[in-house]
């Protein structure tokens, strides 16, 4: 049986042969290991997919295959420089797109998209609209992309309903004894039950059309050019599927219009920043370029509110099941994030009015 440090050595070796100069953890994402590994020529990224929470890997690379060509082609055609605008998965020394190692952990390797940062809390208002753009453009370019050819990561990933179902169920299996110390956070998504549906009725009645989305639009999976500043390549494609646009837009205000980090505890601290709101709701409109129908500009504020409430309930769920999605760096971390979350999902229900004259402002 090999050790951690073997496992990754044979890694190495698969890809980059004896050119290792170092190899070291990188960045912070919730879900894959990620490594930054330098070579005499080049750095790269290496990540260990998250097999857990992607079971298929093989339909993952497929995935992240055709939507990085499709990016390419299109930034190719719009006469714009293509070489930092997506990422590039590069081969294996015998020419796969991953390798599945000999314990069965899956890998892959991109480029390192050199000349950029990452930022995990927003700066300033106009990075914020940068940002937006950057994801509304990105539902532009995947407008014409063939859905059918996508295969579905995750079920259900943004189905809100079931995410509340999930969260009840592990309620009742209450696995690690953790459920008495969390009854005001169930009660607080139990009253939540039935605007948990907006989004999945509105669909079924025809008001918002599914799209290919990104799904995580997280501040820190857009990568900003250091000396510029503008947005250079929106990363973490693992969840580009079918989604609502809203939830696009949505999933990036929780993370980035909150007053405080994602895991802040002093609740006092997490708040929803308007002016932020507006900065990316300008941008997003922008970015998808009059795509988006009335009653999609009309849902945003919804989208804010629904993917806030419901990743509260996903880190619920992921504390009461023992931890075993999201990675944790403490043992509350998950139930302080699921608290933070419905902190500030209160903040915007009490600036839904705000949120939605801002929208019809801009509209
Ligand atoms: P996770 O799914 O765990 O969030 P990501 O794919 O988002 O993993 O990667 C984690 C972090 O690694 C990103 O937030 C970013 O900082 C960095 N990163 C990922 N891919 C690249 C890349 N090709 N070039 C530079 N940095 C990258
Ligand atoms: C995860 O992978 P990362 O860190 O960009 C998660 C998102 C959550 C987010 C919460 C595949 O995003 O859905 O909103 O954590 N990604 C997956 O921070 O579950
Ligand atoms: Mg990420």
Redesign the pocket.
């Given at each position: 049986m090999k050790n951690g440090q073997q496992q990754m050595q044979e890694v190495l070796t698969t890809y980059f042969g004896d050119g290792v100069r170092s190899c070291e953890p990188y960045g912070n994402?919730?879900?894959?290991d990620t490594y930054l590994v330098t070579t005499a020529e080049k750095r790269y990224i290496l990540q260990r997919m998250n097999t857990v929470?992607f079971p298929k890997p093989e339909e993952l690379m497929q995935n992240i295959l055709g939507v990085t060509d499709h990016i390419r082609k299109k930034v190719t055609e719009a006469g714009l420089p293509s070489d930092r605008a997506t990422l590039t998965v590069v081969a294996t020394r015998d020419g796969k797109d991953f390798y599945r190692d000999s314990t069965d952990g899956y890998w892959r390797v991109y480029d390192f998209v050199e000349g950029t940062v990452a930022r995990d809390a927003v700066e300033n208002a106009e990075d914020f609209y940068i940002c937006a753009k950057a994801f509304g453009e990105f539902q532009q370019y995947m407008a014409d992309y063939p859905a059918e050819q996508l295969f579905e990561t995750?079920r259900d990933f943004h189905n809100t309903p079931k995410r509340y179902e999930n969260l009840m169920n592990a309620v009742a299996r209450d696995r690690c004894g953790r459920v008495s110390s969390v009854h005001r956070e169930i009660l607080f998504a139990r009253a939540r039950e039935c605007f948990c549906h907006t989004l999945e009725d509105a669909h079924l009645c025809d008001r918002i059309p599914l799209r290919v989305t990104h799904n995580?639009t997280?501040l820190?999976?857009i990568l900003f050019d250091a000396q510029t500043g503008a947005a250079t390549c929106v990363i973490?494609l693992?969840?580009v599927m079918p989604g609502y646009s809203v939830n696009d837009f949505g999933?990036s205000i929780r993370?980035g219009a909150n007053t405080a980090a994602?895991d802040e505890t002093d609740l006092s601290r997490v708040s929803l920043d308007l002016t932020l709101f507006e900065a990316y709701a300008r941008g997003f409109l922008e970015g998808c370029g009059g795509r988006l129908t009335e009653t999609e500009i009309e849902m945003l504020p919804v989208g804010a509110v629904m993917m806030t409430l419901e990743?509260g309930m996903r880190f619920l769920t992921d504390y009461l099941e023992g931890d075993v999605y999201?990675k944790i760096h403490r043992p509350t971390h998950n139930l302080d994030r699921a608290r933070n979350q419905f902190a500030l999902v209160v903040d915007m229900e009490r600036k839904m009015s705000k949120m939605k004259a801002i929208v019809r402002k801009l509209k």
């Open positions: 994402g919730h879900i894959n929470v995750i995580d997280k820190n999976n973490d693992d969840t999933d993370f994602e990743c999201f």
